[in-house]
């Protein structure tokens, strides 16, 4: 089975930067696509970044030009690094396994593997 161990994330004021890190143990297939998501309270769940096993990437425009996601294969990690951050970032982050998966989509049904969630808080 799939595990993730999420590390990173915490208090920051706005225009700060964190990066979080996303560690997966026992994939079965070669291919996989590691997705971040994230919930705010009172709001629905949405997806962040995600990069597949050819290091294609898809980014929520809420995204796009502030944050980089990558991975390390050897390592089996996969990092979400956070620039300009702003309050209506703050969020719990999850990262996600699509375990044999080949499409960079943000649909969270096509994950079935979940991270354990850590806290990002921007202050303003």
């Known amino acids: 089975e799939v595990q993730l161990v999420q590390s990173g994330g915490g208090l920051v004021q706005a225009g700060g930067s964190l990066r979080l890190s996303c560690k997966a143990y026992?994939?079965?297939?070669?291919?996989?696509?590691i997705g971040w998501f994230r919930q705010a309270p009172g709001r629905e769940r949405e997806g962040v970044a995600c990069?597949?096993?050819?290091?294609?990437?898809t980014y929520a425009d809420s995204a796009k030009g502030r944050f980089t996601i990558s991975s390390h294969n050897a390592k089996m990690t996969v990092y979400l690094e956070m620039n300009s951050l702003k309050p209506e970032d703050t969020a719990i982050y999850y990262c996600?396994?699509?375990?044999?998966?080949?499409?960079?989509?943000?649909?969270?049904?096509?994950?079935?593997?979940w991270g354990q969630g850590t806290q990002v808080t921007v202050s303003s």
């Open positions: 996600a396994a699509d375990n044999g998966g080949v499409v960079a989509s943000l649909d969270a049904w096509r994950y079935n593997n």
């Open positions: 026992g994939f079965t297939f070669d291919d996989y696509v």
């Open positions: 990069i597949t096993t050819n290091d294609d990437i």
